[in-house]
């Protein structure tokens, strides 16, 4: 296609041709993933793998993107092979301390906003992929008895092979936008072990219905994206004619500029979840139905009606951005809490604070996610409120469900606008002229649970949301 062409086509869909180009390669991953089935032999997949992933970051980003993806790389490995005990640690720094770098040179947040595009964004899922490999290589010199169930299912006992590691970093199914998975599971993938044997006549399901029907979603999403997008632009938080509105008008363009820019990363991980179900290795097991349907969880990274609808901050982990969650959750939340002792506020704030620092060193991104902490506390504590309410006075019970899923509604969105809009001075702007109700509310509800604590009911307790 040449550059005219490309010039033309892109215009026709409000983009610039870098993002054309990027849109064009991220599509391309879901042939480029299907053929990883033909390939012969382990070797030849691991191959396939990096060498798919590496040309389509250079058609994408250039030969330089390859380079970036190098460093974090020989980090993890050279830490593997150097210094067992440590490695995960080493890498988990070293590898942040890059990643740090490049978004400080590049700042993409900037870029990403006026319509560019660069590999920052795949490193940031390269980044989690080495720390993984060598945290769980660390794990596998470790004795099981004091290990948590997710390390022992993923501990590497032996090194991964060069090429096998170069296969697992750059695969192309995830290489762009994720979602994050673990090595064991990539080399069980490649090799034709655990839940994808077929030695025993077992047979793999088939991906295409899987696979259209994340094509199908990432059609609607772009589309919704497409259509909402003109009308609820981010630059009106900095007009005079958004200061002029009353505070419900506010509020909800707040909410419209959230729920748009969500559709966008709607789009961007079904087209992921696509390419990863159609390798196979988004399969993750069978249903315990009488007739058993395959799943396909690993390749999951968003639950759209999940977001749109919980009805609690504490699920928005679970149902946005999952893969990614799960790697914070066992890297970071997990690691933190020492053995026998519950998880505090700490550990929730130290786990978003590391999220805020991999999105990239933007005021909005670590304003956001300090903002997220404080909105799973205050979930929670209206969620302890509601099962210290007997079970007889059930009208109340739901009227709190209600409360929790309107505040998580109102502190998300709100919250939301700093990831969106990134500089100090847009963020504080669009706070302020809400009168900081998403700040606010949550710590008045932190306050008021040592005031009003919340003693459970005698019904069996659940398992809190």
Same mark, same amino acid.
């Given at each position: 296609?040449?550059?005219?062409?490309?010039?033309?086509?892109?215009?026709?869909?409000?983009?610039?041709?870098?993002?054309?180009?990027?849109?064009?390669?991220?599509?391309?991953?879901?042939?480029?993933?299907?053929?990883?089935?033909?390939?012969?032999?382990?070797?030849?997949?691991?191959?396939?793998?990096?060498?798919?992933?590496?040309?389509?970051?250079?058609?994408?980003?250039?030969?330089?993107?390859?380079?970036?993806?190098?460093?974090?790389?020989?980090?993890?490995?050279?830490?593997?092979?150097? =210094?067992?005990?440590?490695?995960?640690?080493?890498?988990?720094?070293?590898?942040?301390?890059?990643?740090?770098?490049?978004?400080?040179?590049?700042?993409?947040?900037?870029?990403?906003?006026?319509?560019?595009?660069?590999?920052?964004?795949?490193?940031?899922?390269?980044?989690?992929?080495?720390?993984?490999?060598?945290?769980?290589?660390?794990?596998?010199?470790?004795?099981?008895?004091?290990?948590?169930?997710?390390?022992?299912?993923?501990?590497?006992?032996?090194?991964?092979?060069?090429?096998?590691?170069?296969?697992?970093?750059?695969?192309?199914?995830?290489?762009?936008?994720?979602?994050?998975?673990?090595?064991?599971?990539?080399?069980?993938?490649?090799?034709?072990?655990?839940?994808?044997?077929?030695?025993?006549?077992?047979?793999?399901?088939?991906?295409?219905?899987?696979?259209?029907?994340?094509?199908?979603?990432?059609?609607?999403?772009?589309?919704?994206?497409? =259509?909402?997008?003109?009308?609820?632009?981010?630059?009106?938080?900095?007009?005079?004619?958004?200061?002029?509105?009353?505070?419900?008008?506010?509020?909800?363009?707040?909410?419209?500029?959230?729920?748009?820019?969500?559709?966008?990363? =709607?789009?961007?991980?079904?087209?992921?979840?696509?390419?990863?179900?159609?390798?196979?290795?988004?399969?993750?097991?069978?249903?315990?139905?009488?007739?058993?349907?395959?799943?396909?969880? %690993?390749?999951?990274?968003?639950?759209?009606?999940?977001?749109?609808?919980?009805?609690?901050?504490?699920?928005?982990?679970?149902?946005?951005?999952?893969?990614?969650?799960?790697?914070? %959750?066992?890297?970071?939340?997990?690691?933190?809490?020492?053995?026998?002792?519950?998880?505090?506020?700490?550990?929730?704030?130290?786990?978003?604070?590391?999220?805020?620092?991999?999105?990239?060193?933007?005021?909005?991104?670590?304003?956001?996610?300090?903002?997220?902490?404080?909105?799973?506390?205050?979930?929670?504590?209206?969620?302890?409120?509601?099962?210290?309410?007997?079970?007889?006075?059930?009208?109340?019970?739901?009227?709190?469900?209600?409360?929790?899923?309107?505040?998580?509604?109102?502190?998300?969105?709100?919250?939301?606008?700093?990831?969106?809009?990134?500089?100090?001075?847009?963020?504080?702007?669009?706070?302020?002229?809400?009168?900081?109700?998403?700040?606010?509310?949550?710590?008045?509800?932190?306050?008021?649970?040592?005031?009003?604590?919340?003693?459970?009911?005698?019904?069996?307790?659940?398992?809190?949301?």
């Amino acid at each position: 296609m040449g550059l005219v062409d490309m010039s033309s086509m892109a215009a026709s869909i409000g983009v610039s041709v870098a993002v054309l180009r990027f849109l064009l390669c991220f599509v391309a991953m879901i042939p480029v993933s299907f053929a990883w089935r033909i390939v012969p032999s382990g070797i030849g997949k691991h191959l396939y793998a990096a060498a798919s992933g590496a040309l389509l970051s250079y058609l994408s980003f250039g030969f330089s993107s390859n380079l970036h993806f190098l460093v974090p790389m020989t980090i993890g490995y050279a830490s593997m092979a150097v =210094y067992r005990p440590k490695c995960g640690i080493i890498t988990f720094f070293l590898g942040f301390a890059y990643l740090i770098g490049c978004h400080v040179f590049y700042m993409s947040g900037d870029a990403w906003k006026e319509g560019g595009i660069d590999s920052t964004g795949a490193l940031m899922v390269l980044t989690l992929k080495v720390i993984s490999c060598a945290m769980n290589y660390n794990d596998g010199m470790l004795k099981e008895e004091g290990l948590r169930e997710a390390q022992k299912k993923n501990r590497l006992v032996q090194m991964p092979s060069l090429i096998e590691y170069f296969g697992y970093c750059l695969c192309c199914g995830s290489h762009f936008a994720g979602p994050v998975y673990e090595t064991k599971d990539y080399l069980e993938w490649t090799e034709g072990k655990g839940i994808w044997d077929t030695s025993n006549k077992r047979k793999q399901p088939s991906p295409f219905e899987a696979t259209v029907r994340a094509i199908f979603q990432a059609a609607i999403c772009m589309a919704l994206y497409l =259509y909402l997008v003109p009308q609820y632009p981010l630059t009106r938080f900095t007009e005079p004619v958004y200061q002029e509105w009353g505070f419900l008008r506010k509020f909800s363009y707040q909410y419209m500029a959230g729920f748009t820019a969500r559709w966008k990363y =709607y789009f961007i991980w079904s087209i992921s979840e696509a390419s990863i179900i159609i390798s196979g290795l988004g399969f993750s097991g069978w249903t315990n139905d009488a007739s058993p349907k395959p799943k396909w969880d %690993r390749a999951k990274n968003v639950d759209i009606l999940g977001v749109e609808l919980a009805k609690s901050a504490v699920q928005i982990p679970l149902v946005w951005n999952i893969q990614v969650s799960t790697w914070l %959750r066992h890297y970071v939340y997990e690691r933190l809490v020492q053995n026998g002792k519950k998880a505090g506020f700490f550990q929730l704030l130290a786990t978003q604070t590391v999220s805020a620092v991999w999105h990239g060193l933007y005021p909005g991104y670590m304003m956001f996610f300090v903002q997220s902490a404080l909105m799973i506390a205050g979930s929670r504590v209206i969620y302890r409120w509601q099962q210290a309410i007997s079970p007889q006075m059930a009208m109340l019970r739901k009227s709190m469900v209600f409360i929790n899923f309107l505040y998580t509604v109102l502190v998300l969105n709100y919250s939301a606008v700093g990831f969106m809009v990134l500089s100090l001075h847009e963020t504080l702007t669009a706070y302020g002229s809400v009168y900081y109700i998403g700040t606010i509310l949550p710590v008045v509800l932190i306050l008021l649970s040592y005031v009003v604590p919340a003693k459970p009911s005698r019904a069996k307790p659940r398992k809190e949301e």
